[in-house]
């Protein structure tokens, strides 16, 4: 797909500095200003789905997942804000399954499997949760993912094995 052009990429950055600023109001009012013909552009639709999590409005995040996926199907931001709505929705085994092919599709990103191990963790499966964690490890920045595993609510009962990695 094309780059988004202007003004439409304006009102995506515009959105994304409101954003920033923990306004959701006003990043909604500079997407509503995107043109009809940029609206499904995967851009816009990623800072949709972040204006839709800002406002814990999960079952309209999921659906604008969904469009993300299909605009982009090879933009891991769809794959992932979609098992993220699912997950927000109590639905992490659907969540896990839906993030599972990614796991191929991006074998670079610490992310997939870093989402993984909070989805087993929160299925009460520490020993999954515990493989996954080790595989976001080795693709990505250890100290960074360490750190922000120890903050996750979601893998509150691993923290222990976390210090040890």
């Known amino acids: 797909m094309s780059t988004l052009g ?28 995107i043109s009809s013909a940029n609206a499904a552009h995967p851009e816009a639709l990623e800072v949709w789905w972040r204006v839709h999590a800002a406002e814990l409005h999960w079952d309209e995040a999921l659906r604008v997942a969904e469009l993300e996926l299909i605009a982009a199907p090879d ?50 499966n520490p020993a999954e949760a515990h493989q996954w964690l080790r595989k976001a490890i080795a693709r990505g920045e250890k100290d960074e993912i360490k750190e922000l595993a120890l903050n996750d609510p979601d893998l509150a009962t691993l923290r222990e094995e976390i210090r040890k990695l």
């Not at 098992?83 to 074998?107: D, G, I, V």
Request: glycine share 4%; net charge neutral; charged share 25%.
């Open 75 to 124: 933009r891991m931001s769809g794959w992932v804000d979609r098992s993220y709505s699912l997950h927000e929705l109590r639905r992490t085994q659907e969540a896990r399954e839906a993030l599972l092919p990614a796991m191929k599709k991006f074998p670079e990103a610490s992310l997939i499997p870093y989402n993984l191990a909070c989805y087993a963790c929160q299925l009460g």
């Open 6 to 33: 202007y003004p439409d990429k304006h009102f995506v950055n515009a959105a994304l500095g409101w954003l920033d600023l923990h306004t959701a109001a006003e990043a909604r009012a500079e997407l509503l200003q």
